[in-house]
């Protein structure tokens, strides 16, 4: 029923933009500003990031749930949900 919004324009593309141009350009993950003249496959170039992972539910258009990040970062975020693999030494 709501093909309009689907159909002028990519939504995302669009919110993409947006955060992009007004947000602080910091990542929210780590907390460092981002360098929008850094290309698109840089690690830590900027991305849109979602706070609540698509696979958890959360909302891909909503803007609340929209977040700059580094791409390093949000990747990272991305393909683990549980904690970063430990290193071998396992000292005591
Ligand atoms: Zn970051």
């Not at 007004?22 to 850094?38: H, M, S, T, Y």
């Not at 496959?41 to 977040?67: C, E, F, I, Q, Y």
């Amino acid at each position: 029923m709501n093909w309009r919004r689907g159909r002028s324009g990519r939504p995302l593309a669009r919110a993409k933009a947006r955060l992009r141009r007004e947000g602080a350009n910091v990542c929210w993950r780590c907390g460092g500003g981002i360098d929008l003249d850094l290309p698109p496959n840089h690690p830590m170039a900027w991305t849109l990031d979602h706070k609540v992972p698509l696979s958890r539910g959360g909302d891909a258009l909503d803007p609340a749930n929209h977040a700059e990040a580094h791409r390093r970062c949000n990747s990272a975020a991305g393909n683990r949900v549980t904690a970063p693999p430990q290193p071998t030494s396992r000292r005591w």
